[in-house]
């Protein structure tokens, strides 16, 4: 239980910085890209303004702008005839494009209709003059989106490293912080264990003298009652002990055993408990199947099943014991029909002191203990145990072993 803790405490603050880390580097990179996209766009309308140039005093008034930029920006003119073909180049402003590839940039923008936008690394604006005449603007963003994927990278980069160094120390201080838990919750097991080891004794010697009182007074109800009880508290006590030690998940011998005998055998031997009660219990068993694991436990974990089941079967109602080989694993299945199962108690079903009958009705005889120590047994044999139900109406519970 400790062990499952401190993996969920791990995974729970991982998860948590990862998704903190990704809304800052999305955050920053959106704003850095749109940044990026303004002062392009404001260079655009500059030279739409004048003409396809940078006037002298291009760097007043502009955000970041300075008297250098119309030496440091490289940028192309297309002109278009009215038809959208184009008429005229002019590269005169860049290096790294010529009037070919200048016209076939410009037919890539003519052919998406956009006005404005992306195409490879430049940015381009489709404007008309105050003659009617159509021209394409095309302003080389290399060094702006260059230092954009770089710093994104890098963000990224520094994320993983700063992710695993957290994991790490997660990882060596994730004991000390469960620390407190794991001495609580080792005090509660030896203080169960210990107490229920303390009251075998007086049970017994209680259980001893009113056979003793029997014996010099004969039977009446008063002894019936003493007796009753005492055998409600052993039992209790016996759960609470064995669930100690399963959650322990001591190394219990196991051996390979015949799954589909158990299940079919533990069948058998609630059918006639089922028929008292009136109730129909129908078992479908694959052969053949068997497990490496402790068969007295996996024998206790359908008995609980099975009597759980008929303690809350509704009358007449249906009871069906399923064991089937299922993707390469042993699968379990218990149904049974009842009178009300709210889904939103399927969480809790498994807790320990857990009833649907919130009324602990004494007749029932349980003590919600019974699937928690089921729980228990399919934890320690590496398992996994799920309740469902379909329409508030039954109760279904799976268990998976592994093949």
């Known amino acids: 239980m400790i062990r499952k803790l401190r993996i969920k405490l791990v995974i729970a603050a991982m998860l948590s910085l990862i998704v903190v880390l990704t809304i800052i580097i999305g955050a920053v990179g959106i704003l850095n890209y749109q940044n990026i996209v303004t002062d392009a766009d404001q260079k655009l309308q ?7 140039r940078f006037p002298e005093n291009t760097g007043k008034g502009f955000r970041g702008f300075s008297q250098e930029m119309p030496f ?36 890539k923008v003519i052919d998406s209709g956009k006005d404005s936008g992306f195409v490879d690394i430049y940015r381009y604006l489709v404007y008309t003059d105050t003659a009617g005449e159509k021209h394409i603007l095309f302003l080389n963003c290399y060094r702006e989106l260059e ?14 490293v700063g992710s695993v160094a957290v994991l790490l120390l997660l990882v060596m201080l ?45 039977e009446n109800e008063w002894l019936d009652d003493i007796r009753s009880q005492t055998a409600r508290l052993t039992e209790l006590t016996n759960n609470l002990v064995f669930l100690a030690r399963m959650e322990e998940q001591p190394r219990a011998e196991k051996i ?53 089941a008929v303690k809350y079967t509704n009358e007449n109602g249906t009871i069906r014991l399923t064991l089937d080989k299922w993707r390469g694993q042993m699968r379990l299945q218990v149904y049974n029909t009842t009178d009300h199962m709210k889904k939103e108690t399927l969480t809790h079903l498994f807790d320990r002191f857990y009833r649907t009958d919130q009324s602990r009705n004494s007749q029932t005889g349980g003590y919600g203990l019974g699937l928690s120590i089921a729980s ?28």
């Open 256 to 308: 390979e055993f015949s799954l589909s005998d158990a299940a079919q055998e533990a069948a058998d031997d609630f059918q006639a408990v089922a028929k008292t009660k009136g109730k129909i219990l129908t078992s479908s068993v694959e052969p053949d199947l068997t497990m490496h694991g402790d068969e007295k436990t996996i024998r206790r974990l359908m008995a609980i099943f099975l009597d759980n």
């Open 72 to 107: 440091e920006s490289r940028y192309f003119l297309v002109n278009l005839n009215e038809d959208n073909t184009v008429q005229t180049v002019n590269t005169g402003r860049i290096a790294s494009v010529d009037e070919t590839q200048a016209a076939e940039y410009a037919q």
């Open 147 to 160: 230092a954009f994927h770089d710093f994104l990278l890098n963000s990224i980069l520094v994320s993983v």
């Open 174 to 218: 994730s004991q000390r912080i469960v620390k407190p838990v794991s001495e609580s919750y080792e005090k509660q097991k030896r203080f169960i264990t210990d107490a229920g080891h303390e009251l075998k004794t007086p049970l017994t010697i209680i259980s001893a003298d009113t056979e003793v009182l029997e014996m010099d007074y004969g």
């Open 46 to 52: 500059i030279l739409e303004e004048n003409d396809g």
């Open 376 to 403: 228990a047994i399919v934890s320690s044999h590496n398992g996994k145990i799920t309740a469902t139900t379909a329409d508030e109406k039954s109760l279904l519970i799976t268990v998976i072993f592994p093949g």
